[in-house]
């Protein structure tokens, strides 16, 4: 079972607080549903922010969680950590560089 993990360990929680307990109850029905579906891992924050952004339409949500996923699976984006080629650990590490980068100057800026 792959892991669908784009939020976790971001130290989010406190972005979530006005999520009243119909919501989370919509979120996490939404995460086991998907999981069981698709056989993946979702992280809370992940189903949260595609369900805000379609202002907390179920159907509207699944389906673009679902071709995200999708999506993610044709290209091997989740996979690419495991290759061992010089050229994606060359990108990888400067991905990583851009992204440590922008969280640092986010939270500084904030």
Same mark, same amino acid.
């Given at each position: 079972?792959?892991?669908?993990?784009?939020?976790?360990?971001?130290? #989010?929680?406190?972005?979530?607080?006005?999520?009243?307990?119909?919501?989370?109850?919509?979120?996490?029905?939404?995460?086991?549903?998907?999981?069981?579906? #698709?056989?993946?891992?979702?992280?809370?924050?992940?189903?949260? @922010?595609?369900?805000?952004?379609d202002?907390?339409?179920?159907?509207?949500?699944?389906?673009?969680? =679902?071709?995200?996923?999708?999506? @993610?699976?044709?290209?091997?984006?989740?996979?690419?950590?495991? @290759?061992?080629?010089? =050229?994606?650990?060359?990108?990888?590490? @400067?991905?990583? #560089?851009?992204?440590s980068?922008?969280?640092?100057?986010?939270?500084?800026?904030?």
């Amino acid at each position: 079972m792959n892991s669908v993990c784009f939020l976790a360990g971001l130290q #989010l929680e406190g972005c979530f607080q006005d999520i009243d307990a119909d919501q989370t109850t919509i979120v996490e029905k939404l995460k086991l549903r998907l999981e069981n579906e #698709l056989q993946v891992i979702l992280d809370f924050h992940t189903v949260v @922010r595609f369900l805000v952004a379609d202002n907390w339409c179920i159907e509207l949500a699944s389906t673009r969680l =679902k071709e995200t996923i999708a999506w @993610r699976n044709e290209r091997g984006v989740d996979d690419i950590l495991s @290759r061992k080629d010089p =050229k994606t650990v060359e990108i990888v590490d @400067r991905l990583g #560089l851009l992204v440590s980068r922008r969280l640092v100057r986010n939270v500084f800026e904030h």
